[in-house]
C-alpha cells in the first residue's frame, strides 16, 4: 500500500518561495513518475509539474521558470521548489504518484494549502 505525505505549505507573500515535500512509502517510488498537482476553490485540479522515474520533468506554462520539480528516489522525496510566488499560486497543493503504464499504480497525498498574500 502506498501512503504520501505532503508537507512545506503555508502562508508567503507574493514574491516569496516554499519548497513543498512529498514522502511516500511503499516499494514503488523509483519506478513511478511524481507529480504535484493543485486545485484553487472553484476550479479543476491541475497538473503543476511531474517528474518520471528517468528524471525527466514537465510543468505547466503557469509555473515555467519559477517552479522546480526534483526528486530522492534514497528518501523516496519528492519536492516542488516554488520562487516568485503570485496570488494566483494559492490552492491545495496534492502529491501524486503513477505507476508504470499498465500497472493502475495511482495513489494521491491528503493535500498541503499554499496562500499567496497580494
Do not use: H
Not at 517552479?67 to 528518501?75: E, G
Amino acid at each position: 500500500q502506498v501512503q504520501l505525505v505532503e508537507s512545506g505549505g503555508g502562508l508567503v507573500q507574493a514574491g516569496g518561495s516554499l519548497r513543498l515535500s512529498c514522502v511516500a512509502s511503499g516499494r514503488f517510488f523509483s519506478i513511478s513518475t511524481m507529480g504535484w498537482y493543485r486545485q484553487a476553490p472553484g476550479k479543476q485540479r491541475e497538473l503543476v509539474a511531474d517528474i518520471t522515474s528517468g528524471g525527466g520533468t514537465n510543468y505547466a506554462d503557469s509555473v515555467k521558470g519559477r517552479f522546480t520539480i526534483s526528486r530522492d528516489n534514497a528518501k523516496m522525496t519528492v519536492y516542488l521548489q516554488m520562487n516568485s510566488l503570485k496570488f494566483e499560486d494559492t490552492a491545495v497543493y496534492y502529491c501524486n504518484m503513477k505507476g508504470p503504464m499498465g500497472w493502475g499504480l495511482v495513489a494521491w497525498g491528503q493535500g498541503t494549502q499554499v496562500t499567496v498574500s497580494s
